[in-house]
């Protein structure tokens, strides 16, 4: 079935470092992509969304270009904060009409040291 | 605070035991989703209810069922209870099916529940 990869282990970085998470999918259609945050404590949160290839989702100064061509949608952010340290998830919906479940990768916890 | 309220927050029970958990919804919203989030198998979808019916099922034990009432809410309802079923259990909405709203799904806070 459709499924999602996300790079393996926790992330930790600087304030004001470049953040790279890698995600990668396998879909036999044309999926929709997301990033979701999961803050301490606090349920997931929608971050950015691509509908179609070379979509590319932004908010909060994130960003995942949709690839087909490398079936990858990497989240990125240029500089980060304390306040980035979070759960962040890649997750796919094939987008069917009646199906807007989502399948999610295994997450990647990101810590921000000041 | 995404609107979806659940409950309990924390639950301690025993093996072989019966629990349920409660979601509301968003208000507005028909779809409500059952996800399970546990270390070694990350976020795994379990059941979808659409205006009090049953939309789709994913790994969904069969000791586990959820049901949606008539007011949308919905609970999840988790029996013979194993060590193995310890996890955060989430519920979500979101205003209808797919469409112009897909992906966004609306989360809770999830209920953690740990089997002794």
């Known amino acids: 079935g459709d499924s999602v990869t996300q790079m393996e282990g926790p992330v930790t970085l600087s304030e004001e470092a470049f953040l790279t998470i890698n995600c990668t999918y396998t879909?036999?259609?044309?999926?929709?992509l997301f990033w979701y945050v999961q803050y301490p404590g606090e349920g997931l949160q929608l971050l950015l969304k691509?509908?179609?290839?070379?979509d590319k989702g932004s908010n909060k100064g994130f960003e995942a270009t949709y690839r087909k061509e490398t079936t990858s949608f990497h989240l990125e952010k240029g500089s980060v904060q304390v306040s980035d340290s979070a759960v962040y998830f890649c997750a796919l919906s094939d987008g069917g009409y009646g199906n807007n479940r989502l399948a999610f990768g295994k997450g990647n916890q990101v810590v921000v040291i000041p | 605070d995404s609107g979806v309220t659940q409950t309990p927050k924390h639950l301690i029970t025993a093996t072989g035991q019966r629990v349920t958990l409660r979601c509301s919804p968003r208000?507005?919203?028909?779809?409500v989703y059952w996800y399970q989030q546990s270390l070694d198998q990350g976020l795994q979808f379990l059941i979808h209810?659409?205006?009090?019916?049953?939309?789709a099922k994913g790994n969904i034990l069969e000791r586990f069922s959820a049901q949606q009432f008539p007011d949308l809410h919905s609970e999840l309802n988790l029996s013979s209870l194993e060590l193995g079923d310890s996890a955060l259990y989430f519920c979500?909405?979101?205003?209808?099916?797919?469409?112009?709203?897909?992906?966004?799904?609306?989360f809770g806070e999830g209920s953690r529940l740990t089997v002794l």
């Open positions: 208000s507005g919203d028909l779809s």
């Open positions: 209810y659409y205006n009090g019916e049953e939309r």
């Open positions: 691509a509908t179609k290839a070379d």
């Open positions: 879909a036999t259609g044309y999926p929709s």
């Open positions: 979500a909405s979101s205003e209808g099916l797919a469409g112009a709203g897909i992906g966004e799904l609306f």
